[in-house]
């Protein structure tokens, strides 16, 4: 992939954890790596189909300038948010944030915190069936897409589907999202965890009522399995609920395990469903 280089922006700020550094202030340095196709703006020699790497000095720069961190880590988190945020066409970036004048008593060149981060694609199922379903979904998703780390890009149409489980309860109202997030698969699963808080979800019976459950289906072309989380999500594929919405907004889209797209699976559980 192309790159755009910005090396050695020289940024005065205050950052740190000890007050000293919020008083007094000190100077950062930036180095950024953009990576975009830069073909199309190559052979237009037109900047709008580029970045242009004044306005991301520019916005790099007020960035330190206009907030107050403990953590460089945290500089280094907030610009590229914004900077994926700003930049649709930019799709991975590499981050690094020095702090030269650093708190430390030995001798030493400088301190930096370097980040890689890339656009990641999610497939998330949404679902309510207790309270109000309507406004327990509307305001999830709307406070998802506006995480600064995440861009609800799609959305299939809301299905009104029976209880799964055996639970006796309300019929649920489901559906599914593409996400742009620039989140690893755990964080994003917290980041899920805490808007179902948000929305009043408490933990009962399995399979019980909920104000609202967000599940991550697939994450790029991401297996994985831990304690915590499995990707691609293991019951998706027994679920009409699921794959009928699924299969509106992502019917090409390969399931990295079983190697069938989204259109296969869900044509197949249909057939079943007939036979």
Not at 114 to 137: D, L, M, Q, V
Not at 144 to 158: A, E, F, N, Q, Y
Request: hydrophobic content about 35%; proline content about 4%; some cysteine.
């Amino acid at each position: 992939m192309d790159e755009i280089r910005i090396e050695g922006l020289k940024v005065f700020a205050y950052h740190g954890v000890l007050e000293e550094e919020s008083k007094k202030g000190q100077d950062f340095f930036i180095d950024a790596v953009l990576r975009l196709s830069l073909q199309e703006a190559g052979v237009s020699d037109d900047l709008e189909q580029s970045v242009s790497y004044a306005e991301v000095c520019k916005f790099m720069a007020e960035t330190m300038r206009e907030n107050r961190f403990k953590l460089i880590e945290s500089c280094a988190e907030t610009i590229s948010a914004g900077l994926f945020r700003k930049y649709c066409r930019l799709q991975e970036l590499e981050l690094e944030v020095k702090k030269p004048q650093a708190p430390i008593d030995e001798e030493f060149g400088c301190v930096s915190v370097r980040i890689f981060r890339k656009r990641h694609t999610a497939y998330i199922a949404y679902g309510s069936n207790s309270g109000e379903p309507e406004h327990h979904i509307e305001d999830g998703i709307a406070s998802l897409d506006r995480d600064p780390m995440c861009c609800v890009k799609r959305m299939s149409g809301i299905l009104r589907s029976t209880p799964y489980g055996g639970v006796v309860q309300e019929d649920f109202l489901n559906g599914v999202l593409e996400l742009s997030t620039l989140y690893e698969p755990l964080v994003l699963l917290k980041k899920l965890k805490e808007i179902e808080k948000e929305q009043g979800r408490e933990e009962t019976v399995r399979w019980g009522p909920r104000t609202l459950d967000l599940d991550i289906l697939l994450y790029d072309e991401l297996e994985m399995k831990t304690d915590e989380l499995t990707i691609p999500h293991p019951d998706m594929c027994n679920r009409d609920f699921v794959m009928k919405p699924l299969a509106q907004i992502a019917a090409d889209v390969m399931h990295p395990s079983l190697h069938k797209t989204i259109r296969e699976l869900a044509d197949a559980k249909m057939e079943k469903h007939v036979i």
